[in-house]
């Protein structure tokens, strides 16, 4: 069984859409905890009419993503947490989906399905349920590869992994990745590929906001402490571990995070920055740490000529996604 929490902040356009895509899942045992963290709009007025059984509304104070995700942690009936955004939708398996990862180990920690970024409401509707492939992943390799693995509307906690190590922190932006690598550095993961959770774009929601974050790159990094909030934690991890900066996929994990920031940094036009960044990648053999030295001697009209092409065929990407 699962418990289900959505934090919610002034979405009234779009909570009851999220709630409606929880109540019509063929997977029926679970509970849904929604934690109103001070909305000031209508978003509870569009919810009056809901009359579940399972639905609870709990409020408090605003006080951010993380102090709500938390107080639904902490409110949970069942072994298995499943978050959703106010603002973001699941189909009819999702539940489903995450049941039958559930069941390949008694073990794990963190499961997720696949995620999709749309602009459409009208989601696929499948009669006929058919699992996807699941499978064991290391996170910290496979995040290397598709930092957007996990995203949080597609995630399911263990509610061991709370009463172990807590929930999120406070910080606004990107306390979501942090919290994924603390838990994966303590229990096994495991995924699926079908897609069932979809993320809305353009609904001025955390995903937009954490996009907009990560494109205003502080001006100084000078240590790999400052990439991030999930990096930090590793940082803080190897003082108690020294052998965790060590390690391939640690190492594989923090130099793709360093390549984002580097790429956000020439498409914002400061490429001087972006290669005194470059200079913080962990050595390692591989096609991304390859890349830094490389970056570093390429001069800056050929750089901005790569940028340019990458910036049309990004806007080709976005008017498909449209």
């Known amino acids: 069984m699962f418990s289900v929490v959505i934090p919610l902040y002034n979405k009234e356009d779009f909570i009851l859409s999220t709630v409606e895509s929880v109540l019509g899942q063929n997977f029926t045992d679970f509970e849904l905890l929604i934690v109103d963290d001070g909305s000031v709009d209508g978003s509870l007025l569009a919810l009056k009419d809901i009359d579940d059984c399972r639905v609870r509304i709990l409020p408090q104070s605003n006080q951010g993503v993380g102090a709500a995700r938390n107080k639904g942690m902490a409110e949970a009936k069942y072994d298995w947490i499943a978050f959703l955004d106010a603002d973001d939708l699941w189909s009819i398996h999702h539940l489903n989906e995450l049941n039958e990862i559930t069941k390949i180990s008694s073990s794990l920690g963190m499961i997720a399905t696949g995620s999709l970024k749309t602009k459409n409401l009208n989601l696929p509707t499948a009669e006929q349920y058919e699992p996807g492939k699941i499978r064991l992943v290391d996170y910290f390799v496979e995040a290397s590869k598709k930092p957007e693995l996990i995203h949080t509307s597609c995630v399911a906690i263990n509610k061991k992994v709370f009463h172990d190590i807590g929930g999120f922190s406070d910080k606004g932006s990107g306390e979501d990745l942090e919290y994924w690598v603390k838990v994966a550095l303590s229990y096994p993961v495991a995924v699926s590929d079908k897609v069932t959770s979809y993320y809305l774009l353009g609904t001025g929601g955390i995903m937009d906001t954490q996009h907009k974050a990560r494109q205003k790159i502080p001006q100084v990094i000078s240590s790999i402490n400052d990439m991030s909030p999930a990096i930090s934690l590793l940082v803080k991890e190897s003082l108690k571990n020294p052998d965790i900066l060590k390690e391939k996929r640690i190492k594989k994990y923090i ?48 750089l901005n000529k790569i940028k340019n092409r990458y910036s049309k065929a990004k806007e080709v990407r976005e008017t498909l996604i449209d």
């Open 255 to 302: 130099n793709s995070v360093l390549f984002s920031i580097v790429k956000v940094a020439v498409y914002n036009d400061n490429i001087f920055l972006a290669k005194g960044y470059s200079k913080l990648a962990l050595p390692q053999l591989n096609s991304t740490y390859i890349f830094f030295p490389i970056f570093r001697v390429t001069p800056n009209l050929i």
